[in-house]
């Protein structure tokens, strides 16, 4: 593993580097961000090279304060989440160096690209943890350098409650994990990860629970998701793109590593976490539907999709517990490859986003409109994006979900109630694909065709040459992933055999049949395609091609104002769904001949965040309030809180 804490210490570097030579704001960015991407790279090759391998799992591991181990092991279930971790962060890393180009704020943003660095150092050694020590130490930096980097603009209230409420939910969150946790302890009496399998089902049942709760926090299922929509848009769109991709991620991976440490393949577990993701999907999108800030919309379809993945692992695992292995690695390969997928085309949409916002200066979607035609390389990335998370083909976002689709109808071959559940997989994955395909086409109508709304979007550009590198990258992979799946397809499968399942030798015949008939196919689409385009130019060749207004149905002189709204696109879809996304509406009524300028402003409510403030949010921030008398100042004080804590942790002490 020395390629790997070559990556990690290159990264951090970077981020201290940027630090102590902040004054120097360009070419300290500059030298920042090549080390960055140089780490990342680094990292990218070294996973690359394990799932692609045939050797075995790397293992290191260091003495820590003459009486804890810090150990790490690298398989392929760790390798293919440090592949999406250490890529996006890459790309990310270079779309920066244009977007954080506020030299007056040159400490700030040195302070920006420390936290960046910690956050990519944790991801990458929270995947590859071998014991619990290592695993909460950075867990715990994770959240923590992911705090600050969401309130880098701490000036606006937004942006600072946006940071609490994560820090709470985080916390929430890690002290479930800290229960799972105690309670192994308890019964193996060791920091290990390799004696849980010995303890007893009906302990592991209560322990796969309070994970799932933990993980899921983080990981943003339905209802702890409250903290993700206000966290994405309130962080840089860089750092948004790398929470939203791979960060989140994290809590799929403490999941789905639970479960298989656990080595219990009861269906409970696949049940709960199929409907979790059902619930998940369909909601994340509702939700989505009724934004009108572009980036809030884009963190709803983050939930969506930890949907479809946690479907994914579910019909996974209820292949296990069913005793058909087909059912289960479609499932889970098809739940991997979807993390893969959603963070290249989530990291593209952010990009896409931060683009505008900081072009136009605004991320309400109502205030935008036609932006394609100066923003061209922005909106066809986009459009790539979108396209890609509709999962449509020959899109990446196609491949995963047809994984999915077709571990669900192996289980409708089943009795009981796996087949009832396949059922209801493959559904809610035609309802998520559905209302996932409206959505974007209201974002990419509303905010890229039509006219400028406002001024805001009139007369932007697209200049900032590594953002749009960044940009033309992912939406390449979209395609390249989408038309080309197999070496995917078997990394996923890979991480597969890490699963300890007794798949070992999973036979690969199947897959690559269906990899080959979806490159046919695409294949097939874009010849097609590319013959209509010659088509169209050879017979309009030397045309006249002339330009007149539309007609407006007796009306000549139509306004911006007369297009069509994120809101008004939505409605129909919005109240159908309204017992679960209750709409809040504020329109004075119109009075009398000659009436005065009016308004409509709408908003969906969250049905979770209304509950889930009262019931987690508040009592939290009461009980600090309370506790703030601790907080008094004096040196002395605190030296004897640490004597004390030192004292109380002896008794616990053979």
């Known amino acids: 593993m020395i390629q790997f804490f070559i990556s990690i210490m290159m990264i951090l570097f970077g981020g201290f580097f940027s630090l102590v030579f902040a004054q120097h704001s360009k070419s300290t960015k500059i030298i920042t961000v090549v080390l960055l991407s140089a780490g990342c790279f680094s990292g990218v090759i070294t996973a690359v090279a394990q799932l692609m391998g045939t050797g075995s799992d790397m293992v290191a591991s260091f003495e820590y304060l003459n009486g804890f181990s810090l150990a790490f092991q690298m398989d392929g279930l760790s390798a293919f989440f440090l592949m999406a971790i250490f890529g996006v962060s890459l790309l990310a890393a270079i779309y920066s160096f244009h977007y954080m180009n506020q030299t007056e704020n040159s400490v ?46 701490y000036d606006l209230p937004e942006n600072r409650k946006a940071g609490f409420l994560y820090f709470v939910f985080s916390h929430v969150g890690a002290m479930f994990i800290f229960a799972a946790f105690g ?38 299922v339905f209802p702890f998701h409250v903290w993700l929509p206000h966290a994405h848009p309130a962080a840089p769109s860089h750092i948004s793109a790398v929470m939203s991709g791979v960060m989140i991620k994290t809590g799929i991976y403490g999941i789905i590593r639970m479960y298989a440490l656990l080595n219990f393949h009861t269906p409970i577990f696949g049940n709960i976490v199929l409907i979790a993701g059902v619930v998940s999907g369909i909601l994340g999108v509702v939700y989505a539907l009724g934004q009108h800030d572009l980036k809030r919309l884009l963190a709803y379809h983050s939930v969506e999709n930890i949907g479809i993945i946690l479907i994914g692992l579910g019909i996974g695992m209820i292949g296990v517990s069913s005793g058909h292995p087909l059912m289960a690695v479609l499932g889970f390969s098809g739940g991997f490859l979807h993390v893969l ?91 998520i694909g559905g209302l996932a395909l409206a959505c974007f086409t209201k974002v990419v109508g509303v905010v890229f065709q039509g006219e400028p709304r406002t001024k805001a979007a009139e007369n932007v550009n697209e200049k900032g040459s590594t953002m749009l590198v960044s940009m033309s990258i ?49 294949m097939i689409f874009l010849v097609v395609l590319l013959l209509v385009i010659a088509l169209r130019w050879y017979y309009y060749r030397g045309k006249t091609i002339t330009q007149s207004g539309t007609w407006g149905c007796g009306f000549t002189r139509p306004t911006v104002k007369m297009q069509y709204t994120g809101s008004s696109y939505a409605a129909f879809l919005l109240e159908f769904f309204s017992p679960v996304a209750p709409l809040k509406e504020d329109h004075p009524p119109i009075k009398g001949l000659f009436p005065l300028k009016t308004y409509y402003r709408s908003h969906v409510h969250d049905i979770a965040e209304l509950h889930m403030e009262k019931v987690i949010v508040r009592p939290v921030l009461s009980l600090f309030d309370k506790l703030r008398w601790i907080q008094h100042g004096d040196i002395h004080l605190y030296i004897g809180y640490i004597l004390l804590a030192i004292v109380s942790v002896l008794f616990f002490i053979n």
Not at 125 to 146: C, G, H, Q, R, Y
Not at 185 to 210: C, E, L, Q, R, W
Not at 348 to 353: Q, R, S, Y
Not at 486 to 512: R, T
């Open 341 to 431: 997928n959603h963070a290249v085309f989530k990291s593209l949409l952010f990009m896409g986003a931060g683009m505008v916002l900081h072009k136009t200066g605004t991320s309400s979607i109502d205030a935008m409109g036609g932006l394609l035609k100066s923003m061209k390389i922005t909106g066809t990335t986009f459009i790539i994006g979108s396209l890609a998370i509709s999962g449509l083909p020959p899109f990446n976002g196609f491949v995963s979900e047809f994984l999915i689709y077709m571990g669900g109808f192996k289980g409708v071959a089943l009795g009981e109630s796996a087949f009832v559940m396949s059922i209801v997989a493959i559904i809610s994955l035609a309802i």
């Open 108 to 153: 700030k943003i040195a302070v920006n690209y420390l936290f960046f660095s910690f956050l990519i150092a944790a991801m990458a050694l929270v995947v590859t943890a071998s014991n619990i020590i290592t695993f909460m130490l950075f867990w715990e930096i994770m959240s923590l350098s992911s705090f600050f980097l969401v309130i880098y603009n």
């Open 183 to 220: 309670i192994i302890y308890g019964y193996t009496g060791s920091f290990g990860f390799g004696s849980m399998a010995a303890i007893p089902d009906s302990a592991k049942i209560v322990i796969f629970i309070f994970s799932f709760v933990g993980f899921g926090s983080k990981a943003g």
């Open 474 to 522: 992912l939406a390449a992979a979209c395609i390249l992933i989408g038309i080309f799946p197999w070496v995917f397809i078997q990394m996923s499968i890979k991480a597969v055999c890490a699963l300890g399942l007794d798949y070992g030798n999973i036979p690969l015949a199947p897959f690559e049949g269906m990899a080959v008939n979806i490159t046919l196919a695409a």
